[in-house]
């Protein structure tokens, strides 16, 4: 088990501690919280998780079902190293487990 140092954080689906600005999320945008099989909604929009990817322990990438608000359904990959746009939103990888994935939103 890594024990973080005091200018570290642990980020779930990485499996290390990283230097605290390593991984942060853009000035002006919402966390959102997905759990397996349910649909989260920011900005009028649903995301839900259709895809996990794994390597090793580490999980560097999703894949993302998106609702616009207008119905249409599309689908998002979010990595650690490069967000996705839909529309008016850039969304980001901040955070994975097996059961839950943690994402970043924000209007451009």
């Known amino acids: 088990m890594d024990v973080c ?3 570290e954080t642990c980020i779930p689906g990485l499996g290390r501690c990283v230097p605290e600005n390593r991984y942060t ?3 002006g945008s919402k966390i959102l919280r997905l759990n397996n099989n349910e649909f989260g909604e920011i900005f ?3 995301f839900r998780v259709e895809f996990i990817q794994y390597r090793g322990h580490e999980i560097p990438a999703v894949l ?3 609702v616009g608000p207008d119905g ?3 689908e998002a990959a979010c990595s650690r190293d490069m967000e996705t746009r839909i529309d008016d939103l850039e ?3 901040y955070s994975a487990t097996e059961s839950s994935v943690v994402i970043w939103v924000k209007k451009v």
Do not use: D, H, W
Request: proline letters at 6%.
């Open 44 to 46: 009028g929009y649903k």
């Open 91 to 93: 969304i980001g990888l």
């Open 25 to 27: 999320i853009p000035s």
């Open 72 to 74: 249409s359904e599309t």
């Open 64 to 66: 993302l079902s998106v």
């Open 5 to 7: 140092r005091e200018n």
